[in-house]
């Protein structure tokens, strides 16, 4: 009750409302502070609001890892990085003595994979392509990549998966797809080179990646890793017209 | 001559056999005098009168990405939304950490006003996202994101317990969003104002 006498006072009653009928609006006679009420709640940072409501957020345990607030959030409060508010990372982990295998260890395995470079094809072939012509895009390199790692004793599964396919053409242009292309008489990934000359386009792959701890589920490994595919000489010519005798 | 009269009469009664017709026989009747339409014509339901469901949580959202992010945001919102004219803060509570404390403002606040008679119409926000961004540790231990949002209420009638009610016009306001990826979905641990 007393949250809600708080609330009222952030309410700016102007006259009293008179008794409704059912099913008809209330006489609205007053205004409150605008933005709406998850606005002025979340406004309120000194909690002016005091809720009686013991209502707390989350099913999720409390000693499990969490942003919070302010630099000494919590012992061993690890700052952050990307960012300069005023906010820690606090992980808590249920065994303090053991080493666990964390998502950190896993990405950093994921990171160091070598995956291979996508191959690129390009069409017509042979590094010949004319101007003003839809030059084709495509990669062979699609599969998902199986590799088993161990990590602290234990046999990790991680599986990388090409996600998106960055084109960069060589005149400038460049074009991100989740496409990864096909061959003629297909065109999905194609470009226009204006202008004669030798470029060299080239292929860098994302993956995405999950993992599995022995024979345990699939997890998703946060993040993508993204490998640049070397360039492949391209020379563009104009078409001559050519009289033939008929 | 008689024995004409006679075929006559006899294919007559031949041919009335072959059509068929008797008295009895109702006459086929035009077809259209006879369907009616069945049922009541659907009309859409306004959305004023129906209950809101709570918002599902959509696929794009349960990504590890920044897109995946940006989709959990929006649904973080949606559920917002749905709590403010519902009362219903189940879902925003499995979706925030236990030490948000701005998600503990929004979730109470709204649970207090329903649990004592109160209600809210209107108020619905719409969400823009104007910078996010990666975070993390440096052993990577944890992945975050960080994103400044920008929110605009419709016009909402909050109507207490005790019946009093009062308006709250649209207006523009901006926070400070931190989502944490733990236990394969991404959770919101930081709301506060920017």
């Not at chain 1, 950190?104 to 004319?130: K, S």
């Not at chain 2, 960080?146 to 308006?167: K, L």
Request: charged share 20%; proline share 8%.
């Amino acid at each position: 009750m007393k949250g809600l006498v708080a609330l009222a006072a952030l309410l700016v009653v102007v006259t009293p409302t008179p008794a409704v009928a059912d099913g008809e609006d209330p006489d609205v006679s007053a205004t409150t502070t605008p933005g709406g009420l998850s606005a002025s709640l979340l406004d309120d940072v000194d909690g002016d609001i005091d809720t009686s409501s013991d209502a707390k957020p989350s099913g999720q345990v409390d000693d499990g890892p969490s942003f919070q607030l302010g630099e000494a959030a919590c012992p061993g409060a690890t700052e952050l990085v990307g960012t300069s508010a005023d906010v820690t990372f606090c992980q808590h982990y249920s065994e303090p003595t053991t080493p666990v295998l964390t998502v950190g260890l896993i990405r950093t395995a994921f990171a160091e994979l070598r995956l291979p470079a996508g191959e690129l094809v390009i069409q017509p072939p042979d590094g010949l392509t004319l101007v003003n012509f839809d030059t084709n895009f495509y990669t062979t390199s699609t599969e998902p990549i199986s590799r088993t790692v161990t990590l602290l004793g234990r046999r990790v599964t991680l599986e990388a998966t090409p996600s998106t396919f960055l084109w960069t053409f060589g005149d400038g242009e460049s074009l991100t797809t989740s496409d990864p292309g096909a061959p003629y008489p297909q065109l999905q990934v194609t470009h226009n080179y204006l202008r004669k000359g030798t470029y060299r386009p080239s292929l860098a792959t994302t993956y995405t990646g999950r993992y599995r701890v022995g024979g345990g589920p699939w997890r998703q490994i946060p993040g993508t890793v993204t490998i640049d595919g070397t360039g492949q000489a391209l020379r563009a010519i104009e078409a001559e017209p050519k009289l033939v005798s008929y | 001559m008689r024995s004409l009269r006679a075929a006559l009469a006899a294919s007559l009664a031949a041919l009335a056999l072959l059509t068929g017709c008797t008295d009895d026989d109702p006459s086929p009747g035009d077809p259209t005098s006879t369907w009616t339409p069945t049922g009541e014509p659907e009309t859409p339901t306004s959305s004023a009168t129906a209950k809101p469901t709570e918002p599902p949580l959509p696929d794009a959202a349960t990504k590890a990405t920044e897109e995946g992010a940006r989709a959990f945001i929006t649904y973080y919102w949606d559920l917002i939304n749905y709590a403010q004219v519902t009362g219903d803060v189940e879902a925003l509570k499995r979706v925030s950490g236990s030490t948000c404390r701005g998600c503990s403002r929004v979730i109470n606040g709204i649970s207090d006003l329903y649990t004592d008679g109160g209600h809210a119409i209107g108020g619905e926000y719409t969400l823009r996202i104007e910078r996010i961004t990666e975070v993390t540790t440096p052993d990577k231990a944890a992945l975050g994101i960080e994103a400044a949002i920008r929110v605009r209420n419709q016009e909402q009638t909050i109507v207490q317990g005790s019946g009093e009610s009062a308006r709250s016009v649209p207006a523009t306001s901006r926070y400070l969003i931190y989502l944490i990826w733990v236990n394969e979905a991404w959770r919101t641990d930081i709301v506060e104002p920017r």
